[in-house]
């Protein structure tokens, strides 16, 4: 029983090591003045953004997907979440993962 308790406390730590980041916003919409109609949007750093559009934006590393129920945003690369590699560091390179050495001087050699 102890071993299945250790076990689960493994998984769920990992789980959590390896999470992604993400976040959302609901969906909004725009009304004509002289049309009897409304257009959804999602709203991204000051932009809008159609239903059914999808976007990657470099600059924070996230990629979003506009959706009837709003919008969803993920980190990408270094940014959608860390694992960890024994005996090895894993940093940012621009919005990718990089496995380096303890001392950060070289790629990590795994096995």
Do not use: R
């Not at 493994?10 to 049309?35: D, E, H, R």
């Not at 621009?94 to 070289?106: F, H, M, V, Y």
């Amino acid at each position: 029983m102890k071993i299945l308790l250790v076990c689960t406390v493994l998984v769920v730590g990992l789980i959590n090591l390896t999470s992604a980041s993400c976040f959302g916003g609901a969906i909004k919409t725009i009304t004509y003045k002289w049309m009897n109609k409304t257009t959804p949007y999602c709203e991204y750093d000051g932009k809008k953004y159609g239903d059914g559009s999808h976007f990657i934006d470099l600059s924070k590393c996230q990629t979003c997907n506009c959706k009837p129920d709003g919008l969803q945003c993920c980190g990408i690369g270094y940014f959608a979440g860390v694992g960890v590699v024994q005996d090895c560091e894993i940093v940012a390179d621009g919005c990718e993962a990089a496995i380096l050495n303890k001392e950060k001087t070289a790629l990590c050699k795994t096995a």
